[in-house]
């Protein structure tokens, strides 16, 4: 049986049962440090390992390369470095896409505004038609403002979160990839 270990963060072995006795006797390895063999779904600790502290022996298998390690400091100060780098571009892109979305409603609400201005200019006089065009914009900001600034809103959220966290935890970013 080939058995692999994982101490200080780094992954040793294979090892056979014979060596794993005689490196655990000799004090290179511990009883708490972590093992994997082929059958485990998860890694365990090395005193739980038939053989090495009771002397049975599992059958020889062949044995693929572990799936995963367990958790460590590593992994942590991965999430860490990740999750902060999240925060970091969600706050800018929820900055960048509210500003774009909501210049970008301000101004189908200015022609919106502008188109009718124009319209009362041409019907009813220059002055009279300035009247209604401030009106009109009024109206629009009282009842279509909170609207249009909730959905920037919602919108820049939800695309910055997305945006943030695909950067952060898909290893575009060199500093969020595992090492």
Not at 80 to 94: D, K, L, P, Q
Not at 106 to 132: K, R
Request: charged share 15%; net charge neutral.
């Amino acid at each position: 049986m080939d058995v692999y270990i994982t101490k200080n963060d780094q992954r040793l072995g294979p090892y056979s049962l014979e060596d794993l006795i005689k490196l655990k006797a000799s004090g290179q390895l511990q009883a708490t440090d972590w093992a994997w063999y082929e059958g485990l779904s998860t890694w365990i600790p090395l005193e739980e390992v038939p053989g090495v502290t009771s002397g049975s022996a599992l059958p020889n298998m062949p044995v693929p390369p572990p799936a995963g390690q367990p958790s460590s400091s590593g992994d942590s100060a991965l999430l860490i470095t990740r999750t902060a780098t999240a925060v970091i571009i969600f706050g800018i892109g929820f900055l960048v896409f509210f500003c774009v979305i909501f210049v970008a409603a301000c101004f189908v609400g200015g022609g919106i505004i502008g188109g009718q201005a124009a319209l009362a200019q041409h019907a009813q006089g220059y002055n009279q038609g300035a009247e209604i065009g401030r009106e009109a914009g009024r109206k629009f900001g009282e009842t279509y403002g909170g609207l249009i600034a909730g959905i920037a809103a919602l919108v820049s959220f939800i695309l910055s979160l997305l945006v943030a966290c695909w950067l952060a935890f898909a290893g575009i970013l060199p500093w969020c990839r595992r090492k």
